[in-house]
């Protein structure tokens, strides 16, 4: 059974700093891209930040110059250093992945169960 596990979310001051991290477990055979994604109460979820198997990033521009995406291919494991937080940016975290598992042909998209971040004085 294939797994993404967030972790890192939590409360912090605006201006201040997080770090969440996903891990992926089970049969896995290929990863196409790993990225984060944020849904914030009555929005629809969007993309923050991805990147790809041959390191291609791409970035919301809301997030350009503040958060950093970044992946360990031997752990399999993507990171996001998100810097100069903002109220705003509250929201729950979710990890995606695009992967082929053991016993399929092509590749198919993953979620992790959410972070809840809150940037709040």
């Known amino acids: 059974q294939v797994q993404l596990v967030e972790s890192g979310g939590g409360l912090v001051q605006p201006g201040g700093s997080l770090r969440l991290s996903c891990a992926a477990s089970g049969s896995i055979f290929g990863i196409n891209y790993m990225g984060w994604y944020r849904q914030a109460p009555g929005k629809q979820r969007e993309l923050v930040a991805l990147?790809?198997?041959?390191?291609?990033?791409n970035y919301a521009d809301y997030v350009k110059g503040r958060f950093t995406i970044s992946r360990d291919t031997a752990k399999r494991t993507v990171y996001l250093q998100m810097n100069s937080l903002k109220p705003e940016d509250t929201a729950v975290y979710y990890c995606?992945?695009?992967?082929?598992?053991?016993?399929?042909?092509?590749?198919?998209?993953?979620w992790g169960q959410g972070t809840q971040v809150t940037v709040s004085s």
């Open positions: 990147i790809t198997s041959g390191d291609f990033i």
């Open positions: 995606g992945a695009d992967l082929k598992v053991g016993g399929s042909y092509g590749y198919t998209h993953y």
